[in-house]
T-cell receptor, first 115, second 118 residues
Framework: DAGVIQSPRHEVTEMGQEVTLRCKPISGHNSLFWYRQTMMRGLELLIYFNNNVPIDDSGMPEDRFSAKMPNASFSTLKIQPSEPRDSAVYFC?????????????FGPGTRLTVT | AQKVTQAQTEISVVEKEDVTLDCVYETRDTTYYLFWYKQPPSGELVFLIRRNSFDEQNEISGRYSWNFQKSTSSFNFTITASQVVDSAVYFCALSEAFWAEYGNKLVFGAGTILRVKS
């Protein structure tokens, strides 16, 4: 079975440019999470969706960040305009929701460098 | 509030040594779930284990074992006879039952870097 798919794997852009990161969750999973990982701050939850609806976006750093999930098989995280401090690895993860606990499965990540 | 503490920032061992990674958690919920993830140098996050708060049985999987103790709010991870391939960052995470309906929002610890030298 295909795991979580993220694209691009690497992105280098200049400050001020718009960046769009993409994620395809595992088929059948109805919860999707966006994380950011940096040396300084570790692994941070930015936003997550359940059944395509944003549940918690309290981790989104500021208005420059936005995320959408137009359908069950696709999500985007957009940064506009990008800044050097946005440089990080961005992970997407998916899981099933419901009674009990299900582990999250992570994509390979997108390494973003903003110069 | 939920919190996960991994006090060991970095551990270095020589191959074949046993090593234990500590994880202490805080939660007000009586039902919760604990997880361990591995992040090798290649960067991906790999799920290792999930444990429910009402199941305190320890678990062993090959060279890996986990010790869950509710009395001390700890969920420690032991690697027996460590190997170089075990070198990675290991994360402990917690999810409260409330969030299960919405997909288990996880709170991660800061991670422990494990270096296994040959």
């Amino acid at each position: 079975d295909a795991g979580v798919i993220q694209s691009p794997r690497h992105e280098v852009t200049e400050m001020g440019q718009e960046v769009t990161l993409r994620c395809k969750p595992i088929s059948g999973h109805n919860s999707l999470f966006w994380y950011r990982q940096t040396m300084m701050r570790g692994l941070e939850l930015l936003i997550y969706f359940n059944n395509n609806v944003p549940i918690d976006d309290s981790g989104m750093p500021e208005d420059r960040f936005s995320a959408k999930m137009p359908n069950a098989s696709f999500s985007t995280l957009k940064i506009q305009p990008s800044e050097p401090r946005d440089s990080a690895v961005y992970f997407c993860a998916s899981t099933k929701s419901g009674q009990g606990a299900y582990e999250q499965y992570f994509g390979p990540g997108t390494r973003l460098t903003v110069t | 509030a939920q919190k996960v503490t991994q006090a060991q920032t970095e551990i270095s061992v020589v191959e074949k040594e046993d090593v234990t990674l500590d994880c202490v958690y805080e939660t007000r919920d009586t039902t919760y779930y604990l997880f361990w993830y591995k992040q090798p140098p290649s960067g991906e996050l790999v799920f290792l284990i999930r444990r429910n708060s009402f199941d305190e049985q320890n678990e062993i999987s090959g060279r890996y074992s986990w010790n869950f103790q509710k009395s001390t709010s700890s969920f420690n991870f032991t690697i027996t006879a460590s190997q170089v391939v075990d070198s990675a960052v290991y994360f402990c995470a917690l999810s409260e039952a409330f969030w299960a309906e919405y997909g288990n929002k996880l709170v991660f610890g800061a991670g422990t870097i494990l270096r296994v030298k040959s």
